[in-house]
Nanobody
Framework: QVQLVESGGGLVQPGGSLRLSCAAS????????MGWYRQAPGKERELVAR????????ISLDSVKGRFTISRDELKNTVYLQMNSLKPEDTGVYYC?????????WGQGTVVTVSS
């Protein structure tokens, strides 16, 4: 069955970097567009970035443009979110998503805390 497992979150100081991973199983990531979302404390979940079947990507959140990059490794069937120059407002739970066969699949999320 379809499964998404995020990892790579943690506590980081402002200005630091993290790379989040989303390991997929049950389908091949090259056949679908996938996204990273985040949910800050007390706020709604928002789309951060997407990567399309072609491999093209789109950073949807203006506040992270120039700092975050989405990519994928088809051999590892994994999607990544490279986050640089992290700010306290990047704190939240980061989720991986794939719409597949009429359903939305989500991982369990990985927690990112940016604090000194």
């Amino acid at each position: 069955q379809v499964q998404l497992v995020e990892s790579g979150g943690g506590l980081v100081q402002p200005g630091g970097s993290l790379r989040l991973s989303c390991a997929a199983s049950g389908f091949g990531i090259s056949g679908y567009f996938m996204g990273w979302y985040r949910q800050a404390p007390g706020k709604e979940r928002e789309l951060v970035a997407r990567i399309f079947r072609t491999g093209d990507s789109l950073i949807s959140l203006d506040s992270v443009k120039g700092r975050f990059t989405i990519s994928r490794d088809e051999l590892k069937n994994t999607v990544y979110l490279q986050m640089n120059s992290l700010k306290p407002e990047d704190t939240g739970v980061y989720y991986c998503n794939v719409p597949l066969d009429g359903m939305d699949y989500w991982g369990q999320g990985t927690v990112v805390t940016v604090s000194s």
